[in-house]
């Protein structure tokens, strides 16, 4: 069975670029999570999908960052524009059920400069 | 406010030793908690805590969680190398809220 897919793995732009981050979470799986992972902290979490459905996104920055699953399965999470701040690792993470066992990807590290 | 707190932040220990990772919550409606391990990249699960005084256990590996007193415990016995990592938890809650905790980084060394 294939995990969860993300890419690109590395990421670095400029500030104040955009930037574009692709996920594909395991088959089957109908919750989608993306989370945000700064060095020593845990993941924060910035979205969650219930199929096509943006369920939780209050911790989502929504004057840069916007999401969508389109068709309940791939995802693209965007910033426009990025800053500094951006800097971290962004995880892409499935579960069949939502509150059960999560499967993350690699996870994108994203580095603004 | 809602909140995890892992202890240690981070642990050296020397390969045989026994470690006890420590996860303590203040959350409303709490659901589950889930332990994760994570290595240099995504994290991996562990295990799934629902019910007070039932131990999870898988290898060295073992978990138990506290609902009156609001905390979770990770035992590792015969650390090795291979166990270096960080370690987190997560707790479900308030019927859609997931939080992770920073985390313990654990250092085995030979």
């Known amino acids: 069975e294939a995990g969860v897919v993300q890419s690109p793995r590395y990421k670095i732009i400029e500030k104040k670029q955009p930037v574009a981050f692709w996920c594909n979470p395991i088959?089957?799986?109908?919750?989608l999570y993306w989370y945000r992972q700064n060095l020593g902290q845990g993941p924060e979490l910035l979205i969650r999908?219930?199929?096509?459905?943006?369920?939780?996104d209050s911790q989502l920055p929504k004057d840069r960052f916007s999401a969508e699953r389109l068709k309940g399965v791939d995802s693209t999470l965007k910033i426009q524009p990025a800053e500094l701040g951006d800097s971290a690792v962004y995880l892409c993470a499935s579960s069949l059920v939502f509150g059960y066992e999560q499967y993350f990807g690699p996870g994108t590290r994203l580095t603004v400069t | 406010e809602d909140k995890v707190v892992q202890s240690p932040l981070s642990l050296v220990v020397h390969e045989g030793d026994t470690v006890t990772l420590n996860c303590s919550y203040e959350v409303t409606n709490f659901r589950s908690l889930l332990w994760y391990k994570q290595e240099k990249k995504a994290p991996t699960f562990l295990f799934m805590l629902?019910?007070?005084?039932i131990e999870k256990k898988s290898g060295r590996l073992s978990s138990i969680l506290d609902k009156k007193e609001l905390f979770s415990i990770l035992n590792i016995t015969a650390t090795q190398t291979g166990d270096s990592a960080v370690y987190l938890c997560a707790v479900l809650y308030n019927f859609n809220k997931f939080y992770f905790g920073s985390g313990t980084k654990l250092n085995v060394k030979p």
């Open positions: 088959s089957g799986h109908n919750t």
């Open positions: 999908y219930e199929n096509e459905e943006a369920v939780d």
């Open positions: 629902t019910s007070s005084g």
